[in-house]
Nanobody, 128 residues
């Protein structure tokens, strides 16, 4: 069974850090580009970051550049999202996603792709 499972969310104070994990089962995540999305209450889903499978290139939304870092650990079949200097506006449910047609060749590639595989999401709340 193909599955993506996010973890690592929680409550953190402004300025704090969290590391989210996206663990895959049933397939080898190293062969796929992966994206992170987030969705805050009452807002549209937003692409956050992506990482390519071929060259490891990454692309980020302007809103998280310099604060968030996406990476992958192929031995653990996992992609991470390290989030530093968190702000209240980062509060959202965070999802990872992949698709056989997704290459992550630009940030716009996240927006243009119709992702076929999604995790269930993990809640991140930034509040004092």
């Amino acid at each position: 069974q193909v599955q993506l499972v996010e973890s690592g969310g929680g409550l953190v104070q402004p300025g704090g850090s969290l590391r989210l994990s996206c663990a895959a089962s049933g397939f080898t995540l190293a062969y796929y580009a992966v994206a992170w999305f987030r969705q805050a209450p009452g807002k549209e889903r937003e692409g956050v970051s992506c990482i390519a499978n071929s060259d490891g290139n990454t692309y980020d939304a302007d809103s998280v550049k310099g604060r968030f870092t996406i990476s992958r650990e192929n031995a653990k079949n996992t992609v991470y999202l390290q989030m530093n200097s968190l702000k209240p506006e980062d509060t959202a449910v965070y999802y990872c996603a992949t698709d056989t047609l997704f290459r992550c060749v630009s940030y716009e590639d996240i927006i243009a792709t119709d992702f076929g595989s999604w995790g269930q999401g993990t809640q991140v709340t930034v509040s004092s």
